[in-house]
């Protein structure tokens, strides 16, 4: 075939270091999604919904077909955390997690999954991100190991 052609729905999932509440600020986190949205968009991975609370972001993409998957994380952390520590003092020391939770989505279930991403704030009134986290990797069928999910 002489096109080459890819649908992969993806659910990345990352947190600030130490999941610090820095994003609690509406109009630095709403920033935050926009940014990660353009830089989705620039790795040809087009959003569908970027999202989350203070201290994590949800991403719901379609990954690129020229693209890994580590490869777009780091960007988007690298260019987000340069980004962010120019916006407020308060920022300068601002970090992302280590590591991250990228999920295939199937396309029946993208609906949903954007739909949830855009009620983070609300969702975690209720449920914390390592709550969160957890119930994630269970249904995905990863085990973590708590002594290293956390950094």
């Not at 693209?67 to 916006?87: F, H, M, N, Q």
Request: net charge positive.
């Amino acid at each position: 075939m002489p096109q080459s052609l890819a649908q992969i729905y993806t659910h990345i999932v990352f947190s600030t270091k130490k999941r610090q509440p820095l994003l609690t600020n509406e109009d630095i986190r709403n920033a935050m999604h926009a940014y990660l949205t353009g830089t989705c968009n620039n790795q040809g991975s087009p959003p569908l919904a970027v999202g989350g609370a203070g201290d994590h972001v949800h991403i719901l993409c379609r990954l690129s077909k020229n693209l890994a998957i580590a490869p777009l994380i780091k960007e988007l952390k690298v260019d987000s955390s340069k980004w962010v520590k120019t916006k407020q003092a308060d920022l300068a020391t601002f970090q992302w997690q280590q590591g991250y939770g990228a999920f295939s989505v199937s396309p029946s279930h993208v609906d949903e999954l954007r739909q949830y991403i855009l009620v983070q704030m609300e969702h975690h009134r209720h449920v914390t991100f390592e709550d969160e986290f957890r119930r994630l990797c269970q249904k995905y069928g990863l085990p973590i190991d708590e002594r290293y999910v956390w950094d």
